[in-house]
């Protein structure tokens, strides 16, 4: 049975940086792209970033793009680099596998991780 396992979140001042990783494990499966979404208390999930398995493509959401990474060591893990953190990127972040459909910003996803927290203080 495949698991997603999110790790390096954290408490950090603002402008400070944040590694996390996604390992993998369990049985193999193919999918395209593996993303990273986050959800703040009493708001939505949003989608962060995505990096496809395939060509290594990336996408991100306009609030991040500049300062977070995403970058890959195929199959696993995918890693997300965030730097020049804001109070506002604070979350529990989730790494998200097995698109079988739709764009990797709002397909779906078959696997999910548990969470990170990340939390960034002013």
């Known amino acids: 049975q495949v698991r997603l396992v999110e790790s390096g979140g954290g408490l950090v001042q603002a402008g400070d940086s944040l590694r996390l990783s996604c390992a993998a494990s369990?049985?193999?499966?193919?999918?395209?792209?593996m993303g990273w979404f986050r959800q703040a208390p009493g708001k939505e999930r949003e989608f962060v970033a995505a990096?496809?398995?395939?060509?290594?493509?990336t996408f991100y959401a306009d609030s991040v793009k500049g300062r977070f990474t995403v970058s890959r060591n195929a199959p696993n893990p995918v890693y997300l680099q965030m730097n020049s953190l804001k109070p506002e990127d604070t979350a529990v972040y989730y790494c998200?596998?097995?698109?079988?459909?739709?764009?990797?910003?709002?397909?779906?996803?078959?696997?999910w991780g548990q969470g990170t927290q990340v939390t960034v203080s002013s």
């Open positions: 998200a596998g097995g698109l079988v459909s739709g764009t990797p910003s709002d397909g779906k996803y078959l696997f």
């Open positions: 369990g049985r193999t499966f193919v999918n395209d792209a």
């Open positions: 990096i496809t398995r395939s060509r290594g493509n």
